[in-house]
């Protein structure tokens, strides 16, 4: 089974802390992928990478970084962590080129900011 | 990015066909059509894509209009394991990587 990884699924952190969440995929795929979910207001792209050490800026980008130093892990960092930025984060990976259409989600971790 | 649009919620009887439709006028000659759908506490999973002939898959159908205006995502027997939100997304055939989610429709199964 393909599989997309997240290192936790709860995490709590208090505002001003510097926060890592990592995505690990074993599909040998090009990009990478991370969403934050809100009631309301659906699934909206932070970061993408389409290669390793190659990064995009998303749709809400402010706020956050992300890190690509191997291909399959990509990483979301919250360099100060704001009450706001308490929300599910998903990441998800798929491969490159017309013929791969299928993005891979994992399971999603819950970020509460205190 | 075109848009779509879909109803907020839906019910539907179970083992009964589920037709959960998608309106996207803007869409362009490019653009594929996928649907997601996330169960409660999972992250969204791949249900099917199209861009112009109706398809199907092992988990449902999808039938496109032939202005490609709107397409309609068909459960074919519902259980109450397909009770989730489901998402009507399009995607550029190049160049743009990312998919862009709405809202969805959350779709109960009635027992």
């Known amino acids: 089974d393909v599989k997309v990884t997240q290192s936790s699924r709860y995490l709590v952190k208090r505002t001003g802390e510097k926060v890592f969440l990592e995505c690990v995929q074993d599909?040998?795929?090009?990009?990478m992928f991370w969403y934050r979910q809100d009631p309301g207001l659906g699934l909206r792209l932070i970061y993408f990478?389409?290669?390793?050490?190659?990064?995009e800026k998303g749709d809400i980008p402010e706020g956050y970084s992300v890190s690509r130093e191997k291909k399959e892990r990509f990483s979301l960092i919250l360099e100060s962590a704001s009450t706001n930025q308490t929300s599910m984060y998903l990441c998800?990976?798929?491969?490159?080129?017309?013929?791969?259409?299928?993005?891979?989600f994992g399971p999603g971790t819950r970020l509460t900011v205190l | 990015d075109a848009k779509t649009t879909q109803p907020n919620s839906m019910e539907s009887n179970e083992e009964e066909p589920v037709h959960l439709p998608c309106n996207h006028s803007?869409?362009?000659?490019?653009?594929?059509i996928h649907w997601y759908r996330q169960l409660p506490s999972q992250g969204p999973e791949y249900v099917i894509h199209?861009?112009?002939s109706n398809v199907n898959n092992r988990m449902a159908s999808l039938a496109i209009a032939e202005d490609r205006k709107s397409s309609t995502l068909i459960l074919h027997r519902a259980t109450l394991r397909d009770a989730a939100v489901y998402y009507c997304?399009?995607?550029?055939?190049?160049?743009?990587?990312?998919?862009?989610f709405g809202t969805g429709t959350r779709l109960t199964i009635i027992p």
């Open positions: 803007t869409i362009s000659g490019t653009d594929y």
């Open positions: 997304i399009l995607r550029p055939n190049f160049g743009n990587e990312k998919l862009t």
């Open positions: 990478s389409y290669d390793v050490k190659m990064k």
């Open positions: 599909m040998d795929h090009e990009n």
């Open positions: 199209g861009l112009t």
């Open positions: 998800a990976s798929r491969a490159s080129g017309p013929s791969y259409n299928e993005q891979f």
